[in-house]
């Protein structure tokens, strides 16, 4: 029993760490003990917790709500991602019954959006390329965008993007980490650049994700 206890937290780590990837046809081999849906930050789930990462408040890349291994009692499938508008949070299903639970920033008001798509393109420190009406919109306001940027610390993408099918919106890091936990975005599902990294080191192309409100 010690032994498999010990199985167990060492699997888990390597989620909580993104040591390694889970992919669909991987499922059965990442089953976690059973948890009740009442077993929220206990045993083992409460140590990996408590080690997450501590936000410093003074990284453009550090997120203002560190991430953490929660319970996660829906059914999902393992490896999929589901972004809570209302709460601002995303969470990634690592194990049966567990999620990685992250701070995002979601839509302000007039640019929400819901659906269900799936990760058809990945890019480290991506090229960014505001839209024509974006650009229309801020010039308005008096803010000029540039028509392409190149990736780096100061484009608004971050450090990583997932993209989401053939619609504009994408998952992807952000040079603003204060804007995380509010709805402050065009519509994309922002995280901190060491959020985002973490993620998309987890996660493969063909990944489903669920905005819901």
């Known amino acids: 029993m010690k032994t498999l206890a010990t199985t167990l937290i060492a699997a888990a780590t390597l989620f909580a760490t993104g040591a390694f990837a889970a992919s ?5 081999a990442y089953e976690v003990a059973s948890l009740q849906a009442s077993a929220v930050k206990t045993g083992w789930l409460k140590a ?3 080690n997450k990462p501590k936000a410093t408040g003074k990284s453009v890349s550090t997120s203002p709500i560190p991430r ?7 059914d999902a499938a393992i490896g999929t991602i589901i972004v809570d508008n209302s709460e601002r949070r995303l969470y990634h299903i690592v194990a049966k019954g567990v999620a990685m639970k992250y701070g995002v920033s979601v839509g302000r008001k007039g640019f929400i959006w819901t659906g269900t798509n799936a990760v058809t393109r990945k890019a480290k420190w991506p090229t960014w390329t505001p839209p024509a009406a974006m650009r229309a ?5 008096g803010h000029y965008l540039p028509v392409s940027m190149k990736g780096g610390i100061k484009n608004p993408l971050g450090a990583r993007a997932m993209y989401l099918g053939s619609t504009i919106y994408r998952i992807h890091g952000t040079n603003q980490p204060s804007s ?4 402050m975005s065009s519509g994309c599902i922002r995280m901190a650049n060491e959020d985002v990294e ?10 489903k994700v669920i905005v819901r409100d």
């Open 198 to 207: 973490h993620l998309y080191a987890n996660v493969m192309i063909g990944t």
């Open 68 to 74: 953490e291994l929660v319970s996660f009692v829906e």
């Open 48 to 50: 990996l917790s408590e």
């Open 24 to 28: 669909p046809s991987q499922s059965g």
């Open 137 to 141: 919109r801020e010039a308005r306001k």
């Open 180 to 183: 995380i936990g509010k709805a």
